[in-house]
């Protein structure tokens, strides 16, 4: 059983969740079995296995599924980015296109629908936040984009039009830091802290 931390079966799992160029560059990544992929040069090659078995493909309107080596890889692509979640061959395939689909709706409303490559590195940190939201430790946390975008900009679960911390002003933010900190005062000590 090479599950990480001895998980359960039944939970789904997330090997990999990866973000590469139209010429196999890596954008962004995150490896959730440590123990299959242990050093870069094993996520390195890889992912270039990886390119190799999906360059000749079109993957624009949905998700496509391949089998490589002992894992299940689906992937999507657009414009000239391509993003993969990579599972067990074991593992539910319609969970993890559900992952795959999360991942790029909520990067497509995040980045205005310009998944390019320039604009992917240059709003990296959404990028990488959206994975962080998606799948943590190899489990996943949330699978709907809209929630993921809500999460990533710092707004309610349910995006109640707080506006994101990178458009306030200094003022703003303080005021909004202020409040924050009222309420977290207030809940501590209603539950007696």
Do not use: W
């Amino acid at each position: 059983n090479n599950l990480p931390l001895k998980m359960d079966p039944l939970v789904p799992f997330v090997k990999a969740v990866i973000i590469m160029d139209g010429e196999g560059n890596r954008l962004s990544s995150k490896y959730y079995s440590k123990d299959e992929f242990p050093t870069d040069l094993d996520r390195t090659t890889f992912e270039n296995k990886l390119f190799r078995k999906t360059k000749h493909t079109n993957a624009r309107t949905e998700a496509e599924i391949i089998m490589m080596e002992q894992n299940v890889a689906l992937y999507r692509m657009s414009m000239e980015t391509r993003f993969f979640v990579i599972g067990s061959a074991l593992e539910n395939e319609l969970i993890l296109t559900s992952v795959l689909d999360g991942l790029f709706e909520a990067l497509n409303t995040l980045l205005r629908g310009q998944t390019d490559r320039r604009s992917v590195l240059d709003h990296l940190e959404l990028v990488i936040l959206t994975i962080d939201e998606l799948v943590d430790g190899g489990m996943i946390l949330e699978n709907d984009p809209n929630n993921i975008v809500s999460r990533v900009l710092m707004r309610g679960i349910e995006g109640q039009g707080e506006v994101p911390m990178a458009e306030l002003t200094i003022g703003q933010a303080l005021a909004s830091a202020r409040e924050q900190f009222i309420k977290s005062m207030g809940n501590q000590s209603s539950q007696g802290f």
